[in-house]
Nanobody, 126 residues
Framework: QVQLVESGGGLVQAGGSLRLSCAAS????????MGWFRQAPGKEREFVAA????????YYTDSMKGRFTISTNNAKNTVYLQMNSLKPEDAAVYYC???????????????????WGQGTQVTVSS
C-alpha cells in the first residue's frame, strides 16, 4: 500500500520560504513520477511541479518557475518542494502525488496520479 505523508506547511510572511516534504512508502518508486499540487479555497486543484524519481527531470508551472524547486532524496524516499519568495496567493493546501509509470507528457494532469497524500496547509500573510 502506497503511503504519502506531507509535512512542512505552516504560516509564513510574504517573501519568506518553506520546504515541504513528502515521505513515500509502500513501493519502489524508481519508475514513478512525483508531483506537487495545491488547492486554495473555492479553487480547483492546481499543478505546481513534478519530478521523475529516476533521472530527476523536473517540470514546473510557469508562475512558480524560479521560486519553487522540486527534488528527491532517494535514500529517504522523500520528495521536497522548496518554496521561496512566497506570496499571499501561494496560500493553499499542498498535496503530494505519485504516478506509477506516469507519462511525463501528462505530468501536470491530476488524473495521471494514482496516489495522493492528505495535504499540508500553507498560509502566507501579507
Amino acid at each position: 500500500q502506497v503511503q504519502l505523508v506531507e509535512s512542512g506547511g505552516g504560516l509564513v510572511q510574504a517573501g519568506g520560504s518553506l520546504r515541504l516534504s513528502c515521505a513515500a512508502s509502500g513501493r519502489t518508486f524508481s519508475n514513478y513520477v512525483m508531483g506537487w499540487f495545491r488547492q486554495a479555497p473555492g479553487k480547483e486543484r492546481e499543478f505546481v511541479a513534478a519530478i521523475r524519481w529516476s533521472g530527476g527531470s523536473t517540470y514546473y508551472t510557469d508562475s512558480m518557475k524560479g521560486r519553487f524547486t522540486i527534488s528527491t532524496n532517494n535514500a529517504k524516499n522523500t520528495v521536497y518542494l522548496q518554496m521561496n519568495s512566497l506570496k499571499p496567493e501561494d496560500a493553499a493546501v499542498y498535496y503530494c502525488a505519485a504516478a506509477a509509470n506516469g507519462r511525463w507528457s501528462r505530468a501536470a494532469a491530476a488524473a495521471e496520479y494514482d496516489y495522493w497524500g492528505q495535504g499540508t496547509q500553507v498560509t502566507v500573510s501579507s
